[in-house]
């Protein structure tokens, strides 16, 4: 049974950078892609970054060049970094892989 917990969330100012993490079980991690997205409140899901299993990666238009998808295979972790946050980029970040949805990491912007 796959099995995804991010982490990493918290309260940032503008400005500011945040690591999330999603840790992955249940499955072989090395041989899946793996997705960000996130949902703002009253909005709908919306996905942020993606990476595949050789290490590629694509992100949306709106965090390009501001946010980084990466992932270690040796820890089934997979992690988005996210440098210079604004208030727009509040939301709850969830990872997914298999169709599977991790319970999410709460993202807020504020000053």
């Known amino acids: 049974q796959v099995h995804l917990v991010e982490s990493g969330g918290g309260l940032v100012q503008p400005g500011g950078s945040l690591r999330l993490s999603c840790a992955a079980s249940g499955i072989s991690f090395r041989v899946v892609s793996i997705a960000w997205y996130r949902q703002a409140p009253g909005k709908q899901r919306e996905p942020v970054a993606t990476i595949t299993t050789t290490g590629s990666t694509n992100v949306a238009d709106s965090v390009k060049g501001r946010f980084t998808i990466s992932r270690d295979n040796a820890k089934n972790t997979a992690y988005l970094q996210m440098n210079n946050l604004n208030p727009d980029d509040t939301a709850v970040y969830y990872c997914?892989?298999?169709?599977?949805w991790g319970k999410g990491t709460l993202v807020t912007v504020s000053s």
């Open positions: 997914n892989a298999l169709n599977t």
